[in-house]
């Protein structure tokens, strides 16, 4: 009988640990098997995983290059079976189901079911709720009939409908008619929406990262709303010359090319249009910020070199996922609470003088790795 025990108290562990951890090659297995099926585009399941990502920030900058390769980010393969659970209402059998539908080895199914189920148990009401309010609002993502081709350019007289342009949004070739915006000189009734109220460009900054060249920029968003002129890093210092689309309005964007590298793309104007990575935007307050991340940061000390800028993530959500930002504060009239932030140290978020100082996101830049 000891032996017995003994025995189980030896198998024990491994066999908790065949729950809590999944193996080299099942992860590779499950890693292929969705990027296979999101590059086709008419899966809704992968589409879905891929919004979700994008919104909790887990994916980066790049969502599709995280699609395809889910194996190299162990965080980001967590949250895809996460939200894969999610999808199929957090129902261990229906996941299962789901697996096999997709081509999971049959060896991988069940320890990927198990493995789900075990991690994400906690969070089943929670994310049935998500689910039921992204239905209701109508912003589930919308899976073609078919793989989609690269479709041909619209003639400048012809707008696209309505089935056209949602046919169209998850299509990754950085043209007008794919992006589902005006085509520069078109001359059709609507046509000359301007950059502050029209809503007939693609305001996802993920179309951004994938241009290479300012013609492909002018492309998306017409030459007239793109100009060319000198700009400044968040620091304030020269950062020689940048393309601004749409220049002095609340949607201003501006973009740095790097020749076969993802361009940077900086944000410094409230209440834009622009749907950003991390959903983060000018304006946000610190407290948004951190809890995006999962953990509290650290900013160097207003009022000093790089000040207000972040210093490091300390390992959170947001941690070399291309992202930069500078803070400023809000309510800086006490000179003996502001003065605990500034000067030549860093500052971590979770000083309560912040929250007093009206901390908040002053600029903001992006750069996909």
Known sequence: ????????????????????????????????????????????????????????????????????????????????????????????QTLIAYLREMGVLSGSVYPLATYTVNKYKNESKALIEEKATIIKMGTMPVAAATPQPIPAKKPATKKLTEEEATTTSYDNTPTAASAGVKE????????????????????????????????????????????????TDLAGNDAGNAYFVFPDTDNEMQVIFDGDKSPTITFTKPHSKWKSPFGIKVGDPLDKVVKVNGRDFKINGFEWTDGGIVNSWEGGSIAGKGVLVLFKANNSGDPGMYDKVTGDKKVKTDMGVLKKLEVVVDKIEFKSN
């Open 184 to 231: 520069p000189g078109d001359t059709t009734a609507g046509a000359t929406t301007t950059a502050a109220s029209g809503d007939d460009y693609n305001w996802d900054v993920r179309t951004l990262f994938k241009l290479r060249t300012p013609q492909e920029l002018e492309n998306l968003y017409g030459k007239e709303n793109v100009v060319y002129r000198g700009t």
């Open 1 to 92: 009988m000891k032996r017995f025990l003994a025995f189980f108290m030896l198998l024990l562990p491994i066999a908790l640990s065949a729950q809590t951890k999944l193996s080299a090659n099942i992860a590779e297995d499950f890693s292929n098997r969705v990027a296979e099926r999101y590059q086709q585009k008419n899966h809704q399941a992968e589409l879905f995983i891929a919004d979700q990502l994008s919104k909790s920030g887990t994916g980066g900058l790049d969502i599709d290059k995280t699609m395809t390769d889910l194996k190299s980010d162990p965080a980001a393969l967590d949250e895809s079976l996460k939200f894969l659970y999610q999808y199929n209402d957090c129902n261990r």
